[in-house]
């Protein structure tokens, strides 16, 4: 539960720690047309560190 509330914070910072993304990439979903896509943890960095999103994330986990 800590990492998970860390990456956000992380994600906030735009930081990323790549140790914490499978080596062969992240399938991640988007709002722009596709489903889902595999992203290279290169593409993951890039796309966290360089986005000009500045929301202020607040992690949220419910257990059902």
Do not use: Y
Request: charged share 15%.
């Amino acid at each position: 539960m800590a990492l998970i509330k860390q990456q956000w914070v992380d994600f906030s910072n735009k930081t990323v720690d790549m140790s914490t993304f499978h080596p062969d990439g992240t399938w991640q979903a988007t709002s722009q047309g596709g489903l889902w896509a595999l992203q290279s943890p290169k593409e993951v960095k890039s796309q966290i560190e360089g986005s000009p999103n500045t929301f202020n994330f607040r992690p949220h986990h419910i257990e059902v």
